[in-house]
């Protein structure tokens, strides 16, 4: 069977009764280009893929579909010599006249400037992060048919010689292939040129093997306990930090953002729902007591804490607003993580880690954690109470 061939596709009828005419290219697979022309059986030489003396004008319309097929021998000639793979998706956008040229760092800079229209400002950062090293990898221009397994593997190898973490590697990677994955629904670059290992094809590029210097810090039990009979009065200026972090802590780890922006509309029915900013997920969180109370601290006409109270309304600068806040709540916490000699410091993050474990310790089920973090895979649950589970095992080792 020849590799290209113009074809009668008879497969599929037109409103006008003839059938499409198209480019069948075959490759170790069969495809199909339409040309914009069809023809009736009748009219048509299956033989030679051209029409037939009986058809009207059959030689201006023949000559038009031997500059078809010129065109494409000449393109898989092309595609040939690069030594390249062959991409029917690429060779139907060449062969069409409108193959997109838009290099990786051109198409990281548009997305990061859709995020910011968007308002979602963090993740606009993120590609940022990524652009900066992709940069400092690999400057000049490139597509993503060019992005392999040795591209993927070299820029690992890069940025942990930079003296990145293996779970910052894992971030980038992470949000590498989130752009990929966004670069195949824009038709920038072929499915089957996909670069990173599926369960289909595990010989691509992986990134799994990144996340081992994962560690998350909750406060030990006993620690736990020191913080909540903290007699944080005789610290005023940590009165309000000390308070939000309690509050996150019984609100199953609640991110800080979040917190941020919780607004008096979000308690219903005795419960907190609110959609979080990260993935987009409805929690609802039962109001009990403690909550309360600390609610009532600070509660104001339109948010639950005074953080956003004075926010600006553009969002790059209420973005800003937040991370400034997040600072100073994570200074606030290392100070109080001194004053009661804790091992480690407190972030933000340490209550959600802190209710993890104490879920953990309490032998809540895996599925039950799942739900409470909301994470949409158990394996990511998994993964996030290894470290904890890890630790109960030595306990157990210690004692033979």
């Not at 000639?77 to 998706?89: D, R």
């Not at 039990?221 to 972090?245: A, C, I």
């Not at 948010?303 to 200074?331: C, G, Q, T």
Request: with cysteine; charged share 25%; proline share 4%.
């Amino acid at each position: 069977m020849s590799a290209l061939k113009i074809v009668l596709y008879k497969n599929k009828q037109l409103a006008n009764g003839e059938n499409p005419i198209r480019l069948r290219v075959y490759l170790g697979t069969e495809r199909y280009i339409s040309l914009g022309m069809s023809a009736k059986p009748s009219d048509w030489n299956d033989k030679y893929g051209r029409f037939n003396a009986k058809s009207p004008n059959f030689e201006a319309r023949n000559a038009i579909l031997r500059n078809h097929l010129a065109h494409a021998e000449a393109l898989l000639s092309e595609t040939v010599e690069s030594g390249k793979p062959f991409s029917i998706h690429e060779f139907k956008l060449k062969f069409l006249g409108n193959d997109k040229k838009v290099t990786v760092l051109s198409f990281v800079d548009q997305r990061v400037k859709e995020l910011i229209n968007e308002k979602s400002i963090g993740n606009s950062n993120v590609y940022k992060q990524l652009q900066a090293m992709l940069f400092k990898y690999k400057p000049g221009e490139y597509l993503f048919s060019d992005i392999d397994y040795t591209f993927l593997k070299g820029f690992e190898s890069f940025l942990l010689a930079r003296g990145s973490k293996k779970s910052n590697v894992h971030f980038y990677m992470r949000t590498f292939r989130a752009l990929v994955n966004e670069a195949i629904r824009r038709e920038l670059l072929d499915p089957e040129m996909y670069p990173f290992a599926t369960q289909f094809n595990k010989n691509k590029y992986s990134f799994s093997h990144l996340k081992n210097d994962y560690d998350p810090k909750p406060l030990p039990m006993d620690e736990l306990e020191r913080l909540k009979t903290f007699q944080v009065g005789k610290y005023p200026h940590l009165q309000h930090s000390y308070d939000v972090f309690i509050f996150l802590l019984r609100a199953r780890g609640l991110n800080f953002v979040d917190l941020c922006n919780l607004t008096v509309d979000n308690m219903v029915a005795g419960r907190l729902n609110y959609i979080r900013q990260k993935t987009g997920k409805l929690y609802s969180i039962k109001i009990t007591p403690e909550i309360t109370e600390i609610i009532e601290k600070y509660i104001g006409e339109v948010y639950l804490f005074p953080i956003m109270d004075n926010a600006p309304v553009r969002a790059m600068a209420r973005y800003h607003h937040v991370r400034n806040a997040l600072k100073v709540f994570n200074d606030q916490l290392k100070e109080i993580s001194e004053i009661l000699g804790f091992k480690k410091k407190m972030t933000s993050y340490t209550a959600r880690y802190s209710y993890t474990n104490i879920l953990v310790q309490n032998n809540v089920s895996v599925p039950l954690i799942q739900q409470a973090l909301g994470h949409a895979s158990i394996a990511t649950t998994q993964h996030y109470i290894k470290k904890y589970a890890n630790e109960e095992v030595d306990k157990v080792d210690a004692l033979i």
